[in-house]
């Protein structure tokens, strides 16, 4: 799925993958221990592996952290061809600006058309008591103060909104990778 967004009159293009290696990639982090091990294929993980979450929560953490680290320094890196002047800004002034980019980015997600199906399964949710009906700028900063210092905090409402029912997370992981 592709998301268009603008800032100033630049347009750019997020592409949210939902290939089957993106798939198999999110079995492998639900699953966790042996699932982890990227040598091994899928159907070698013994049949009676169970969900461990601290392995689980462990990966998801390391590479959320990691992809949104690599995320930030290609992205920031097209916004200074755009505007060299934003090169002076020191690291506090360079996190409000990628926030700022988030939250519009955020909004323009939730709003746009395409993408209503997915919107309609998280507000259904109610996940993390977040009102996905409406959702604002200030919805986007509630968001990001809830779950960008904890990504514990978004399993855990993620699974309390599912009840626990992992077959049910599966069916809506493409809602839930956002």
């Known amino acids: ?7 100033k009159g630049t347009t750019y293009s997020e592409i949210y993958s ?3 290696e993106m798939t198999a990639l999110h079995i492998r982090m639900a699953l966790g221990n042996e699932a982890l091990k990227i040598e091994q294929s899928l159907s070698e993980v013994a049949e009676d592996t169970t969900f461990n979450p601290d392995s ?3 990966t998801v953490i390391r590479g959320s952290n990691q992809e949104i680290t690599l995320y930030w320094e290609r992205r920031w890196q097209e916004i200074l061809k755009q505007n060299q002047n934003l090169a002076t800004l020191v690291p506090k002034e360079r996190h409000e600006r990628e926030l700022s980019i988030w939250v519009q980015e955020m909004v323009s997600c939730f709003k746009n058309p395409k993408n209503k199906v997915f919107a309609e399964k998280l507000r ?12 604002t700028e200030e919805t986007a900063r509630q968001t990001y103060e809830r779950y960008s210092t904890n ?10 909104s599912y009840n626990s029912n992992y077959e049910d997370v599966l069916k809506d992981i493409e809602a839930i990778h956002w």
Not at 1 to 7: D, G, P, Q, V
């Open 151 to 160: 990504l514990n905090q978004f399993i855990d409402d993620i699974i309390s």
């Open 1 to 7: 799925m592709t998301e268009n967004f603008s800032e």
């Open 124 to 135: 259904s949710r109610k996940i993390g008591g977040i009102d996905f009906s409406n959702f």
């Open 56 to 58: 689980t929560t462990e």
């Open 18 to 20: 939902t290939s089957s």
